[in-house]
């Protein structure tokens, strides 16, 4: 069974570019999360879905957006970058949140 | 007071020894708690789960809750240096996403 692919693996993008990164879950899951991981912070979670509904979003400035589709794929955009902006991104699925998430293998974004 | 907290770490244990990894969290309402290892420049990986207070043993793992005391650990027996990762705890509280402690750094040492 396919695991959670997101793509592009890596990106590099200058300063008040925009971005969109990709998420495809796990065949059957409808839950779909983003989190941000840095050196210093950790994974900090930037929003949820479920069956094409934003169900949480965490502290993140509204530069950071995302949707899901139909076929419950997500992707994540985010506007006018920051060097700060600069992570690890990750996208994680599940049946529900209280059997776990199954991470990808996420987008390293570099913003120079 | 964050939500869910770890210890950094380095834990550092021998070869073959039982690694002891903490977790406290804050909200009363939690009601899954799982547990994660990340290596060095990978994503993170479900090791076990965890829903109801006691132990849970899976292999080399043992989950442990206790939900009086808001505190779960990951037991790792006969720990080996491929265990040497960053190991995740994170807690469910009904419909919110799953929330992440830091986590804690264990190193094996051969």
């Known amino acids: 069974k396919a695991g959670v692919t997101q793509t592009p693996r890596y990106l590099i993008k200058t300063r008040g570019q925009q971005v969109t990164l990709s998420c495809s879950p796990i065949?059957?899951?409808?839950?779909v999360s983003w989190y941000q991981q840095t050196p210093g912070q950790g994974l900090q979670f930037l929003f949820e879905?479920?069956?094409?509904?934003?169900?949480n979003k965490g502290n993140f400035p509204g530069r950071f957006s995302g949707r899901q589709f139909s076929n419950s794929r997500s992707e994540m955009n985010v506007s006018t970058l920051e060097l700060g902006d600069s992570a690890l991104y990750l996208c994680?699925?599940?049946?529900?949140?209280?059997?776990?998430?199954?991470f990808g293998s996420g987008t390293r974004l570099t913003v120079v | 007071q964050k939500e869910v907290e770890q210890n950094s770490g380095p834990l550092s244990v021998p070869e073959g020894a039982i690694a002891s990894l903490n977790c406290t969290y804050s909200?009363?309402?939690?009601?899954?708690f799982f547990w994660y290892r990340q290596y060095s420049g990978k994503s993170p990986e479900l090791i076990m789960s965890?829903?109801?207070?006691g132990d849970k043993e899976d292999g080399r793992f043992t989950a442990q809750l206790n939900k009086a005391s808001q505190y779960v650990s990951l037991l790792i027996r006969d720990s080996q240096p491929s265990d040497s990762a960053t190991y995740l705890c994170a807690v469910n509280a009904g419909r919110r996403a799953l929330t992440f402690g830091s986590g804690t750094r264990l190193q094996v040492q051969p």
């Open positions: 909200d009363r309402v939690s009601q899954s």
């Open positions: 879905y479920f069956s094409e509904t934003q169900r």
């Open positions: 965890i829903y109801s207070n």
């Open positions: 065949s059957g899951h409808r839950s």
């Open positions: 994680a699925s599940s049946l529900t949140a209280d059997y776990g998430y199954t």
